[in-house]
């Protein structure tokens, strides 16, 4: 079983930035896609930012030149870096993977999430 812990949100006035960091544990044989999602109350989970095989990134258009993903392979880790915050970002972020576990099946995983607040 593998389980994401993510750490790094938090309160920040606009402008500011913020480094989310989700790191991967348990029966891991490889990942292949790690990548951000966010939502607010009464909205839907949207993707923010994702890497696969850890070259190819995406992000939201609401984000780009402002965020940047990227991911440790050593300590099974992404990160997303967010610089030049928006009261619009305030979210709770989560992390999310996909895994090929130790019996070499393709699993996908979510964290808990983690709370970014953006105040004026």
């Known amino acids: 079983q593998v389980q994401l812990v993510e750490s790094g949100g938090g309160l920040v006035q606009a402008g500011g930035s913020l480094r989310l960091s989700c790191a991967a544990s348990?029966?891991?044989?490889?990942?292949?896609?790690m990548g951000w999602y966010r939502q607010s109350p009464g909205k839907q989970r949207d993707l923010v930012a994702s890497?696969?095989?850890?070259?190819?990134?995406k992000y939201a258009d609401s984000v780009k030149g402002r965020f940047t993903i990227s991911r440790d392979n050593a300590r099974n880790t992404v990160y997303l870096q967010m610089n030049s915050l928006k009261p619009e970002d305030t979210a709770l972020y989560y992390c999310?993977?996909?895994?090929?576990?130790?019996?070499?099946?393709?699993?996908?995983?979510w964290g808990k999430g983690t709370q970014v607040t953006v105040s004026s």
């Open positions: 348990g029966s891991i044989f490889s990942i292949s896609a």
């Open positions: 999310n993977v996909d895994v090929q576990d130790g019996q070499f099946s393709w699993k996908n995983y």
């Open positions: 890497i696969i095989s850890g070259v190819t990134t």
